[in-house]
């Protein structure tokens, strides 16, 4: 099974191919509904699909989610209840990253997802790097992930020179 | 700036418009370049930007990663060195989190992924849930990061019912 040498470096040659990163948030259950509830109000996102768990839902009100699928402009995102029998991914689902999300209006974004119940870190900054080159706001939202909400780099070019 | 009444809720008539989620994935430094070179190898990521650290570049023979961004399928990540002084954005970069790459060949691409230096964890199995409803291999790559390797999935009518 595609244990080719050329599969040592895998720099080429290969038959793999990925159609999408999808970044999966993991919130403490119940929460996962109130996430995606506010990732449509804050960010704009689209439910695409919902799996609940399916042991769960006899035993309780709410449902909890194995995953949600959220659409952020060209991408997806999973939103997931961490639960005590949740899948093993789910349970160890800690990772060090924060989402950078590109638009070219970084003021009405922020208040957007500040009027949605995040919390704004620091002002509004001339960003350094790939992801926020331009203008760069930071929020936290309300279940402990960090988005960066950027404008897009003007300037690589100097930077990089 | 956009504190219409209507940024209240935030879930309609809203003119701020995301490109795109880009997952941000820092790694102690100066592991920066190396994980650069791991995504390429393991999931064919193909570097698109990369901004050194000014301050470092007479420093140290490795010029510190302020950010690289990678495009893998239609998606981009970004990775960055955590230094003592980095942004404050990449300072604070944890949160819960993992990223799906959806592939139509599991077995293979955690082959790759294997052979470039991540490590598989469990067997490939059944899925569960919108991100990972088909085949789901699981590693960890060389920085700490999980990844899920899955096929599209095939039964959320299924599921969902």
New interface residues.
Partial sequence: ???EAQ?????NA??????????????EAPKANDAVQFY?????AEE?????H?KRKAEQELPLV????LK????S??V?D?TDDA????K??????????????V???V???V??GAVA??EISE???????GR?G?VKDP????W?ICS?SKK?AD??A
């Avoid at 599969?7 to 720099?11: H, I, L, M, P």
């Avoid at 952020?72 to 991408?75: A, D, V």
């Avoid at 960003?127 to 080159?133: I, N, R």
């Fill in positions: 099974m595609a244990q599969a040592e470096n895998g720099s290969s038959p793999v191919v990925f159609a999408a990163v999808k970044p999966w948030l993991v919130v449509k109000a804050a960010f704009g695409v699909n919902r799996v609940n399916p194995l995953s949600a699928e952020l402009g060209s991408s995102i999973v997931s961490l899948p093993a991914p789910v160890s689902a800690v990772s060090g990253s924060v989402f950078c999300l590109e638009t070219e209006d003021e009405a974004a208040s957007k997802a009027a949605a870190e620091g960003g350094e790097g790939a992801c926020c080159g760069v930071r279940y402990g992930n960090v960066l897009p690589c930077v990089a």
